[in-house]
Nanobody, 115 residues
Framework: QVQLVESGGGLVQPGGSLRLSCAAS????????MGWYRQAPGKQRELVAT???????NYADSVKGRFAISRDIAKNTVYLQMNSLKPEDTAVYYC?????????WGQGTQVTVSS
């Protein structure tokens, strides 16, 4: 069992920045992969960024060059640095952990980009 707790969401103006954090209840190096997904109202949940246990990164085309995923293994925490935010980035952002035969989700954190 893995518990994931997200934090760092909020209201930001277009062009601004936010950093999301996802704290895991156990060593994240034991996860096959961790990542961030988002779901906007009326839309399906979509991949934003992932990092494998070997450090391979993957990003959605819509966030490449603006968002960066990173991890602090000592703190069992994964981060999502979001820069140059746009109104279309508004969504609930979820942290996800993939282990052998299971997937775990956090409760989500709201990000709203609006002037």
């Amino acid at each position: 069992q893995v518990q994931l707790v997200e934090s760092g969401g909020g209201l930001v103006q277009p062009g601004g920045s936010l950093r999301l954090s996802c704290a895991a209840s156990r060593n994240i190096f034991t996860m096959n992969a961790m990542g961030w997904y988002r779901q906007a109202p009326g839309k399906q949940r979509e991949l934003v960024a992932t990092v494998t246990n070997r450090g391979v990164l993957n990003y959605a085309d819509s966030v490449k060059g603006r968002f960066a995923i990173s991890r602090d293994i000592a703190k069992n925490t994964v981060y999502l640095q979001m820069n140059s935010l746009k109104p279309e980035d508004t969504a609930v952002y979820y942290c996800r952990a993939d282990v052998i035969r299971a997937t775990y989700w956090g409760q989500g954190t709201q990000v709203t980009v609006s002037s």
